[in-house]
């Protein structure tokens, strides 16, 4: 067995995905502050901000300042998630690393998010690989499946529809999609099976996941993404996080929490976990009453931890 551990990519999304949802409007300052706090543990991918109409998520209004704040850290890959069009022309203006298109699954889902079906982010997707590929420098164009593994709106969602969609997305120009459980329903057996029939159609373009722990199958859906190749997985740092269209759906797997589970199998983050703890407690001071939902916070670090399996390479 090689000695050389297994590389696993933790992104972090709490700048985008936690924040959007909260009653409160997060100054800047803050924000870069996170940013930097949590790149100094070794975090290296971040999902910065959303670039959507302010009258609609205040919270996301400085999404250009934020890039612009994040583009100044050595070695920090900057993503951002557009709805449309229009948000991509102002994500590659601001010098985006790359977007996150939501192209959500569930019909429902979909008109309620942004008011457009499947097919017609789809559409979107394909434009916005045009403007892309126009850009100065490359920007890579990601399609994240919402509501892949069912939906509060729309209940059950179809898994040839995840496959349709997948293959969809890869069609109009997707340099990568990914998975995602929006709302909280999946279950382990469930991941593995949605999970193997993309990757049988897609191959490879299938690069990451994204899962809630709303009802507690967080972790375990990470490692059954893991038992099938998936080596990228979002997380949120205390484990904020939801959509506004999905009630209920609130809480992504903590990324403390996902770093630790990785690590103590034997992965390798590249993150420093006391150091992210740090930055975890840090959390009550830029989100002052706001609770934490991770358990590693709380928990600490046991005793053993360092002496982890190695897994091969």
């Keep these: ?39 100094a543990c070794g975090v290296r991918q971040f999902e910065v901000a959303s670039f959507v109409p302010p009258k609609y998520m205040p919270q996301m209004a400085d999404a250009a300042d934020v890039v612009a704040g994040a583009r ?12 449309n069009v229009k948000g991509a022309v102002a ?12 192209i959500s699954v569930s019909e429902a889902h979909s008109l309620a998010n942004v008011k457009r079906m499947p097919i017609e982010m789809v559409a979107q997707l394909k434009e916005i690989r045009k403007l892309a590929d126009q850009a100065k420098t490359r920007v890579r164009v990601d399609a994240g499946l919402s509501t892949a593994f069912g939906c509060t709106i729309q209940g059950h969602v179809s898994e040839d529809a995840v496959v349709t ?28 099976r949605v999970f193997a029939s993309v990757r049988q159609r897609i191959g490879e373009r299938l690069h990451s996941a994204h899962f809630h722990d709303t009802r507690g199958t967080g972790l375990a859906n990470v490692v059954a993404a893991l038992n099938e190749g ?15 269209h999905a009630p209920g759906a609130s809480g992504n797997i903590a990324t403390e929490d996902l770093v630790f589970m990785l690590e103590a199998m034997g992965y390798d983050t590249g993150i420093d976990l006391a150091a992210l703890i740090k ?17 590693l916070g709380l928990a600490g670090v046991p005793k053993n931890f360092p002496h982890a399996p190695q897994v091969a390479a």
């Design 279 to 295: 930055t975890q407690h840090r959390l009550t001071d830029w989100l002052p009453g706001q609770p934490l939902y991770g358990k």
């Design 1 to 39: 067995m090689s000695s050389q551990r297994e590389r696993v990519e933790v992104v972090e999304v709490g700048l985008r995905d936690g924040l959007q949802i909260l009653d409160r409007v997060v100054p800047t300052r803050d924000k870069l502050d996170w940013i930097a706090s949590e790149h």
């Design 230 to 244: 998936i080596r990228s997985f979002d997380s949120s740092l205390g484990g904020l996080g939801g959509c506004p």
């Design 165 to 192: 969609i997948a293959q969809a997305c890869i069609d109009a120009g997707a340099d990568t999609v990914g998975l995602a459980d929006t709302v909280g329903y999946a279950n382990p057996a469930q991941v593995s």
């Design 72 to 83: 100044t850290i050595s070695g920090l890959g900057v993503s951002v998630l557009v709805p």
């Design 91 to 102: 994500a590659i203006e601001a010098g985006v690393d790359s977007i996150a298109i939501p």
